[in-house]
């Protein structure tokens, strides 16, 4: 019933920026940790940034000073502010949702960030 949905991909020339966007639909106990993953063309998945509910954050050191990740509680969402973008950053990005309270894991869909000139 529970579906995250993820908005805000597309192609930004190198030193662009975007803003990506995750949303749960429907009801539920509000996440203890939201997080965004990427994977790129040949690669596992890998942690880019992650936000408590207490608003602690982490950041991938390919991505520190660069992004930044915010949540909005009252509307379950996540996001994810991504400046001075790289050629490097060209993934699918997924948004997470874990719950430890609660055990539960949502995906998002995913969402395609292309960096090229």
């Known amino acids: 019933q529970v579906q995250l949905v993820e908005s805000g991909g597309g192609l930004v020339q190198p030193g662009g920026s975007l803003r990506l966007s995750c949303a749960a639909s429907g009801s539920i106990y509000s996440p203890n940790f939201m997080g965004w993953y990427r994977q790129g063309p040949g690669n596992q998945r890998e942690l880019v940034t992650v936000?408590?509910?207490?608003?602690?954050?982490n950041y991938a050191d390919s991505v520190k000073g660069r992004f930044t990740i915010s949540r909005d509680n009252a509307k379950n969402t996540v996001y994810l502010q991504m400046n001075s973008l790289k050629p490097e950053d060209t993934a699918v990005y997924y948004c997470n949702f874990r719950a430890t309270f609660r055990n539960y894991t949502y995906w998002g869909q995913g969402t395609q960030v292309t960096v090229s000139s």
């Open positions: 936000i408590t509910s207490g608003g602690s954050t």
